[in-house]
């Protein structure tokens, strides 16, 4: 049997498609904040794993440094004679002061 409904059949898969929609924009705008929250977050992330490599980048640098004082003698008189003023014996040392502001 095959009943003509006319419009109604065509009125009946448009109401379900429209409310399939409705349900699809409804999950949307409800996961909507945790969304914005979790690309915050995401943010966050980035900006912390760029200042951890900043930080690993200055810690490379200073252990360099200390490898450096501890292994090489001449870096360490290049230290002692710039940071103190140490010479060796029968050196003279001259230090530049700059002038006098008025």
């Known amino acids: 049997m095959n009943v003509n409904l006319g419009i109604w059949h065509h009125l009946t898969k448009a109401v379900i498609f429209m409310l399939f929609v409705a349900g699809l924009l409804v999950v949307f705008f409800w ?7 979790n690309q915050r977050y995401r943010d966050a992330i980035l900006a912390l794993d760029t200042k951890i490599q900043g930080q690993e980048k200055l810690s490379r ?6 490898d450096a004082v501890q292994n ?11 940071k103190l003023g140490y010479a060796k014996t029968n050196e003279t040392v001259i230090r530049f002061q700059p002038p006098p502001s008025r």
């Open 31 to 37: 996961y909507l904040p945790l969304i914005r929250q």
């Open 61 to 66: 640098q200073l252990k360099s440094s200390i």
């Open 72 to 82: 090489d003698p001449r870096t360490l008189e290049r230290l002692v004679r710039e």
